[in-house]
Structure formats: C-alpha cells, structure tokens
Antibody
Framework: QVQLVQSGAEAKMPGASVRLSCKAS????????IHWVRQAPGQRLEWMGW????????KYSQIFQGRVTITRDTSASTAYMDLSSLRSEDTAVYYC?????????WGQGALVTVSS | SYVLTQPPSVSVAPGKTARITCGGD??????THWYQQKPGQAPVLVIY???DRPSGIPARFSGSSSGNTATLTISRVEAGDEADYYC???????????FGGGTQLTVL
C-alpha cells in the first residue's frame, strides 16, 4: 500500500539546523510531488513547501523562505526537508504528505523540539 | 494572502448531523479538501474536490461548496468521529496551500 515513513524525533539547540526524511513506498516515487506541513502544539496545520519529485522543482511558503530547503533522492524514493536557524517557535510536529494533488497519504509525523 | 475561516468547535449528539463550515473569498471557485485529525495522529483525507470521498471513508461523510462557504457534513455522527477537521485549498495567486484553523468536533 502507499506509505510515507518519516525519520524520528529530533531535539535541537536554537540556531541549529534539522534534516527530516520521508521515504515513500507502494508507488512510483517520481509520479507524485511531496509536501511538507508542520503543526505547532495546539495550532493549525501550516504548509511549508513542495517538491516535484520528478524534476526537483520546489515551491516554498514565504513564511519559511530562506530557511527551508526541500530535496529528494529518487534512487532512495526519499524526500528531505532542511530547516535552518531554528528557534523555539519551530518546535512542532513536521509531516510529509503526497501531492495527490490533495494531501494523501500523510507520513506519521516527526517531532522537532528546539530548546536550550 | 488567502484566508480560510472555520468555527473553533462544533458539538453534536450521537446519531445527529454535524456541519462544519469553511469560509473563504469565492471558495466555491476552488477545490476544497477536508482532513480529519485525531489526537496524536496524522491527518487523514476524508473529502476531496469539494465532495468526493476516498475509498474507506464512510458514506456518512459528504461535502459541498458554493459562494464563500464550503461545508463538511457528517451524518449519523458516532463517537469515533470526534476529531479536529481542517479544510484546505490551493491558492493559485500565491502558489501556496492554505489550511483553515481547524474545527474540534465534540460528540456529546
């Protein structure tokens, strides 16, 4: 079945960077894009960006412009999301989701905690 | 930027009908998708393209959209439907996905 499996929880210091991965299975990876969405505790879902897994083209939310980079490794059917200059407000669960073109399915999420 | 507005909470008795609205400027001209999120879990798509239902989602879930409001309707509500529900559209002017603030459905 179609599945997205994300890397595990991360704990980071303010100012550091984090890389999360999202491994796809059950379909041809390059046929569908991948979105990244985050959810701070008790907050709404917040779209971060998207990658065309075939071409590598990306779109980013202006909120994260300059701090987020989404890449992919087609040989590993894996998408990556790098977020730099972390601050406490970046503490959240980060999800990947297949662009179907709705968000379906979603990965299980990865908690990133930013604290000194 | 495009804004989607949802009521923070909706309460309904078991067996009754719940309606969750999502307001946005001319949302009826866009495709609205709805997601269900239970505590500690990832969101799940329950309605796409305004009113289509993915396989595995009960027929009790339906959707519609017109003018400035999209609506998710859950008929014969069950205790297991208790969750947060989010609407989502793609805003072509900004090339961004936009989510509503979410509605917490409480089954009384």
């Amino acid at each position: 079945q179609v599945q997205l499996v994300q890397s595990g929880a991360e704990a980071k210091m303010p100012g550091a960077s984090v890389r999360l991965s999202c491994k796809a299975s059950g379909y041809t990876f390059t046929t569908y894009g991948i979105h990244w969405v985050r959810q701070a505790p008790g907050q709404r879902l917040e779209w971060m960006g998207w990658i065309n897994t075939g071409s590598g083209a990306t779109k980013y939310s202006q909120i994260f412009q300059g701090r987020v980079t989404i890449t992919r490794d087609t040989s590993a059917s894996t998408a990556y999301m790098d977020l730099s200059s972390l601050r406490s407000e970046d503490t959240a669960v980060y999800y990947c989701a297949r662009d179907s073109p709705m968000f379906d399915p979603w990965g299980q999420g990865a908690l990133v905690t930013v604290s000194s | 930027s495009y804004v989607l507005t949802q009521p923070p909470s909706v309460s309904v008795a078991p067996g009754k009908t719940a309606r969750i609205t999502c307001g946005g400027d001319n949302i009826g001209t866009k495709s609205t998708h709805w997601y269900q999120q239970k505590p500690g879990q990832a969101p799940v798509l329950v309605i796409y393209y305004d009113g289509d239902r993915p396989s595995g989602i009960p027929a009790r879930f339906s959707g519609s959209s017109s003018g400035n409001t999209a609506t998710l309707t859950i008929s014969r509500v069950e205790a297991g439907d208790e969750a947060d529900y989010y609407c989502q559209v793609w805003d072509r002017s900004s090339n961004h996905a936009v989510f509503g603030g979410g509605t917490q459905l409480t089954v009384l």
